[in-house]
């Protein structure tokens, strides 16, 4: 019975390494199930989720010039289910998204109220620069709480 890439066998776990675990296979062969071919999570150790001598379902995903044989455990078995979404807003969104970020990235300065309706050039320009002035006034003053935790000379 040959080996083909795509066909799914049974095998017994005949060794397991930081790597990974080797697996006997039919016809006296044997197999190699890399650690990021065992399971659909993140596996640290490999004894974690094999034993010497369990028996295990593979995948043949390939073969390579040598005749070495690359198993997969978790190719041989349908993914597990994902987690269902849940609808509905995201964390940072909202009615008051700024009261998630940090407090170094919150603009306390109180925005001048926006007119109703299409407003003049003169007016946006007014509202930009009072804008722009109670930030970069935010800005120096944080400039200058933080060069005193530096130290003094």
Same mark, same amino acid.
């Given at each position: ?5 795509? !066909? ?50 593979? *995948? ?11 198993? !997969? ?34 603009? &306390?300065?109180? $925005? ?9 050039? $003169?007016? #946006?320009? *007014? #509202? &930009?620069?009072?804008? !722009?002035?109670? *930030? ?7 400039? *200058? ?9």
């Amino acid at each position: 019975m040959g080996i083909e890439v795509g !066909s799914i066998l049974d095998g017994k776990v005949t060794g397991i390494t930081n790597f990974g675990a080797f697996v006997a296979l039919p016809g006296n062969r044997s197999g190699l199930v890399h650690i990021s071919e065992i399971a659909y999570s993140y596996v640290n150790d490999v004894h974690d989720h094999l034993t010497e001598g369990q028996e295990v379902k593979v *995948k043949v995903i390939g073969v390579d010039a040598n005749n070495r044989i690359n198993l !997969s455990i978790k190719q041989a078995a349908p993914p597990p289910p994902r987690p269902e979404r849940r609808s509905g807003p995201r964390p940072n969104s909202g009615p008051n998204p700024q009261a998630r970020r940090p407090a170094s990235s919150r603009n &306390f300065a109180p $925005e001048p109220a926006q007119p109703k309706g299409p407003a003049s050039f $003169e007016d #946006q320009l *007014k #509202q &930009f620069m009072a804008t !722009s002035d109670s *930030k970069l006034s935010e800005l120096h003053m944080n400039e *200058k709480r933080g060069s005193r935790r530096g130290g003094r000379k």
